[in-house]
T-cell receptor, first 110, second 113 residues
Framework: DQQVKQNSPSLSVQEGRISILNCDYT??????FLWYKKYPAEGPTFLIS?????DKNEDGRFTVFLNKSAKHLSLHIVPSQPGDSAVYFC?????????FGAGTILRVKS | SQTIHQWPATLVQPVGSPLSLECTVE??????LYWYRQAAGRGLQLLFY??????ISSEVPQNLSASRPQDRQFILSSKKLLLSDSGFYLC????????????FGSGTRLTVV
């Protein structure tokens, strides 16, 4: 049973445009959400997070939006750069656990 | 500063052979330690976590085991590898039970042949 779902395995975006990565979760006990970025043959690195008491958190080119009623969050990258090409994992924390989605491969074309 | 070391980076092992992957953390004490696996086309699956020496919790039944012989050392083992054990194994640590910014190691690519 996947509690955190990233339904788009991959996304291709032109450099300079907006990248939107989506994530859905099923467990209403999750109260903290994170995005990780992973390059090939490396461990994931923390990118940005949001608490369930907020609906938006911004850090430079990266913004995470949380819609609790829809159990949906999204990561916006504006403007997208070729160096953003990586796998992005959505993660949800709660009940003492951190659960990851399957990841979305983002390719930013120059 | 805190660092996490994981080795080896790549490993090719025959079916039925034993496995030992090691992870160590420096610059912190009493970290929470985790082993994750990323199988081909799948997300990060939590295998084991530890909140202290000798304290191991297993999330998924399998032929793998974990041990924490020292405060900052976490070992993933198997007595007999299966083909399905192939994947990318990641060790991670966090402060107490905080999920803010897990720090991951660089991972081990295991191929069972």
């Amino acid at each position: 049973d996947q509690q955190v779902k990233q339904n788009s395995p991959s996304l291709s975006v032109q450099e300079g445009r907006i990248s939107i990565l989506n994530c859905d979760y099923t467990n209403s006990m999750f109260d903290y959400f994170l995005w990780y970025k992973k390059y090939p043959a490396e461990g994931p690195t923390f990118l940005i997070s949001i608490s369930s008491i907020k609906d938006k958190n911004e850090d430079g080119r990266f913004t995470v939006f949380l819609n609790k009623s829809a159990k949906h969050l999204s990561l916006h990258i504006v403007p997208s750069q070729p160096g953003d090409s990586a796998v992005y994992f959505c993660a949800a924390a709660g009940e003492g656990k951190l659960v990851f989605g399957a990841g979305t491969i983002l390719r930013v074309k120059s | 500063s805190q660092t996490i070391h994981q080795w080896p980076a790549t490993l090719v092992q025959p079916v039925g052979s034993p496995l030992s992957l090691e992870c160590t953390v420096e610059g912190t004490s009493n970290p929470n330690l985790y082993w994750y696996r990323q199988a081909a086309g799948r997300g990060l699956q939590l295998l084991f976590y530890s909140i202290g020496i000798g304290q191991i919790s297993s999330e998924v039944p399998q032929n793998l085991s974990a041990s924490r012989p020292q405060d900052r050392q976490f070992i993933l083992s198997s007595k007999k590898l299966l083909l399905s054990d192939s994947g990318f194994y990641l060790c991670a640590w966090s402060v107490d039970s905080s999920f803010y910014g897990y720090t991951f190691g660089s991972g081990t690519r295991l191929t069972v042949v």
